[in-house]
């Protein structure tokens, strides 16, 4: 081993202008279907904007409602399901495959530890069997894998922009990644759904913003794409994202071209319209109750009618009038009848 090291030695010092092997930081990887910001760039990073962005997701009330129930998907078998413990081995793995950064550990663990992070993430669990009826996240089958997820941030917009005395939030895609052979089936639009609206009660039916949308009051969504990833564009671009005017030079500093495209979504809800569709619907309904309460009164005077006023005997004969069952004293009965005829018959020997 030490004559290998001195021979390499030599031949370096021979050969000055042999360079040596990139650094592995410096290698170029190809960037990922859905790319997501590793970390903002270090002039972002210790700007003012940046550190009132934590201090007020920090002062945020956390979403006090459940939101442990599974969502079902297009594809039978993958739900979205809140993270849980057992799902940060995989998550950490999957992100570290797919995205070209490593993320601290503290990125995970604040997942469960922290209640605004925890209810702005979510994961895509295949099984292996068809999931009919989607159950609540109780428990992990251990053939049950997670295949993608979706961790988001709140960044509080201009203070002055209020609705009812609460600031306005936008929501902000940290990471959205899914494994390759899951795609297409409409799971990693199924996990950033999951977050915005709440489920559909009827096929066809308009999606209602979720309660976790009107807690944090968020007004906007947003996202860093990569400039190259036309594919990535593509998707937000068809789920109604707008990609903004301009690139975040850098943004990207192990992938050339570095630059960043932002995407963003006008989440639209509005109480008094969310009421109005309330009031119409339970106008509705109160409509469709007493059509069904006429409708039985109409039915049962029809049924008054047809007792009250049907003449018609249809063939059959009262009680009180009928000779078979009405008898008078001088109708014999069939018994006597048949004894008084007997007695007149001649009696054989």
């Known amino acids: 081993m030490a004559y290998q090291l001195y021979s390499r030695g030599s031949v370096r010092s021979a050969n000055p202008q042999i360079s040596s092997p990139l650094p592995p930081a410096t290698r170029q990887p190809q960037p990922p279907i859905h790319p997501?910001?590793?970390?903002?760039?270090?002039?972002?990073?210790?700007?003012?904007?940046?550190?009132?962005?934590?201090?007020?997701?920090?002062?945020?009330?956390?979403?006090?409602?459940?939101?442990?129930?599974?969502?079902?998907?297009?594809?039978?078998?993958?739900?979205?399901?809140?993270?849980?413990?057992?799902?940060?081995?995989?998550?950490?793995?999957?992100?570290?495959?797919?995205?070209?950064?490593?993320?601290?550990?503290?990125?995970?663990?604040?997942?469960?530890?922290?209640?605004?992070?925890?209810?702005?993430?979510?994961?895509?669990?295949?099984?292996?069997?068809?999931?009919?009826?989607?159950?609540?996240?109780?428990g992990s089958s251990g053939s049950d894998k997670v295949i993608g997820g979706i961790r988001c941030r709140l960044e509080q917009q201009d203070s002055d922009y209020q609705i009812q005395g609460r600031v306005a939030t936008n929501l902000y895609i940290q990471t959205l990644h899914l494994l390759s052979p899951y795609r297409g089936h409409g799971v990693a639009a199924s996990l950033l759904d999951s977050l915005l609206y709440a489920p559909a009660d009827d096929v066809g039916r308009k999606h209602k913003v979720s309660h976790i949308v009107k807690h944090y009051n968020i007004q906007s969504v947003t996202a860093h794409v990569h400039e190259a990833n036309e594919d990535g564009l593509r998707w937000y671009v068809a789920r109604g994202f707008k990609v903004q005017d301009g690139i975040v030079e850098g943004y990207y500093r192990r992938l050339q071209p570095s630059g960043a495209k932002i995407v963003r979504l006008d989440v639209q809800w509005d109480d008094q319209a969310e009421d109005h569709d309330q009031s119409c619907e339970a106008h509705v309904a109160q409509e469709e109750s007493q059509n069904t309460t006429s409708s039985d009164a109409e039915d049962e005077e029809w049924e008054k009618v047809e007792a009250d006023h049907d003449d018609d005997d249809h063939g059959v004969q009262p009680l009180d009038e009928s000779r078979v069952l009405d008898r008078t004293d001088s109708t014999p009965s069939r018994k006597r009848k048949a004894e008084e005829e007997s007695a007149h018959l001649p009696q054989r020997r």
């Not at 270090?42 to 009132?52: V, W």
């Not at 459940?66 to 399901?81: L, Q, Y």
């Open 36 to 138: 997501v910001p590793p970390q903002l760039p270090r002039s972002a990073a210790t700007s003012p904007r940046a550190t009132a962005t934590a201090q007020s997701q920090e002062s945020l009330a956390p979403y006090g409602g459940d939101f442990s129930t599974s969502h079902a998907t297009p594809h039978p078998h993958i739900t979205v399901e809140s993270v849980r413990t057992v799902h940060i081995p995989s998550l950490t793995r999957i992100t570290s495959l797919l995205l070209p950064i490593r993320y601290p550990n503290s990125f995970y663990t604040n997942i469960i530890t922290d209640p605004v992070v925890a209810s702005l993430s979510r994961v895509a669990v295949y099984h292996d069997h068809p999931v009919a009826a989607v159950p609540n996240s109780s």
